[in-house]
């Protein structure tokens, strides 16, 4: 089955520490997300990538690195930059942007 | 500023009456819109879209209108059934436009509960 695979589904983070969530897609997609959803609020765009070895700053892309050398691949590093890094962390991607996105299942990031 | 308005966080129906979710935006460049469904601890799941140049469109229990005049877009579910409970996320995209005004902006959500 195609679809998204996010890994792991919790991570803990010590302060100070990078952390790197990882992102698979099997569906062929050429672009792909990272997004941020906090208790009660709506899902914050990262960064996204329409094309492999391209990418682009989101709404809060502050504190937070990506990757893209692969199509099927993801990465998004949670930076120490990142000062207030405890939320979900949702992947998705699309054939092109604008289009229906489909989602992983989620990470969920905790400091220690 | 919030350009994808979901006003209702909440919202409690009785199972088999109707569902009634509302969003409204303020860019006037949205061209494009989608509904998606999420429960606890998932990603959204993507439910149904609409084209500006349409103002319905149905996919089973699901409908959603769009009213461009008003910049308001409304999600229909009837009839309502308890695992129709989660937050419904509304979506919108200047998709013409492409790159990164192509992206998806998402409202706050709202979270529905339908009781038996």
């Known amino acids: 089955d195609g679809g998204i695979t996010q890994s792991p589904k919790y991570l803990f983070r010590k302060e100070g520490q990078n952390v790197t969530l990882s992102c698979e897609q099997n569906?062929?997609?050429?672009?792909m997300y990272w997004y941020r959803q906090d208790p009660g609020q709506g899902l914050r765009l990262i960064y996204y990538?329409?094309?492999?070895?391209?990418?682009q700053k989101g709404d809060i892309a502050e504190g937070y690195s990506v990757s893209r050398e692969k199509k099927e691949s993801f990465p998004l590093t949670v930076t120490s930059a990142q000062k207030n890094p405890t939320a979900f962390y949702l992947c998705?991607?699309?054939?092109?942007?604008?289009?229906?996105?489909?989602f992983g299942d989620g990470t969920r990031l905790s400091i220690l | 500023d919030q350009q994808v308005k979901q006003n209702s966080p909440s919202l409690s129906v009785q199972e088999g009456r109707i569902s009634i979710l509302n969003c409204d935006y303020t860019?006037?460049?949205?061209?494009?819109f989608l509904w998606y469904k999420k429960y606890p601890a998932e990603g959204p799941t993507f439910l149904i879209s609409i084209s500006s140049i349409k103002d319905k469109n149905e996919d089973g229990r699901f409908t959603v209108f769009l009213n461009k005049s008003a910049k308001h877009l409304s999600l229909h579910i009837v009839p309502s059934q308890p695992g129709d409970s989660a937050v419904y996320f509304c979506a919108a995209s200047a998709k013409n436009y492409g790159g990164s005004q192509g992206n998806l902006i998402f409202g706050k959500g709202t979270k529905l509960s339908v009781k038996p």
């Open positions: 998705a991607s699309s054939y092109l942007t604008g289009q229906p996105q489909h």
């Open positions: 990538s329409q094309i492999v070895n391209d990418f």
């Open positions: 569906l062929n997609h050429d672009a």
């Open positions: 860019n006037s460049m949205f061209d494009y």
